[in-house]
């Protein structure tokens, strides 16, 4: 099992920045592919950013140039750097993983409990 902790949400000015960690926790073999989603009220969840083991990342195109995802292996965490925001970006931040269990098994996705990002105009 894993667990995911999520922090750094919070309230800011537009064009202001924030910083949110995930850091997993529990009994981790492998950790693969490490994402952020967010739901904004009355929307569906969306995908962010992604970033694999390698360090490849994928952003969505309304993100890109202001938000960087990062990851510490060792830490087993995921950050997304929030610079630039707009009061669209307002919404609740999830940041899943996929975890294998063992070499040769499929993976797991894990969410964390969500972080509320608030962007004031």
């Known amino acids: 099992q894993v667990t995911l902790v999520e922090s750094g949400g919070g309230l800011v000015q537009s064009g202001g920045s924030l910083r949110l960690s995930c850091a997993a926790s529990g009994s981790i073999f492998r950790i693969n592919t490490m994402s952020w989603y967010r739901q904004a009220p009355g929307k569906q969840r969306e995908l962010v950013a992604t970033?694999?083991?390698?360090?490849?990342?994928n952003y969505v195109d309304s993100v890109k140039g202001r938000f960087t995802i990062s990851r510490d292996n060792a830490k087993n965490t995921v950050y997304l750097q929030m610079n630039s925001l707009k009061p669209e970006d307002t919404a609740v931040y999830y940041c899943n993983v996929l975890h294998q269990p063992a070499w040769g098994t499929l993976v797991n996705a894990y969410w964390g409990q969500g972080t509320q990002v608030t962007v004031s105009s």
């Open positions: 970033i694999t083991r390698g360090d490849s990342t």
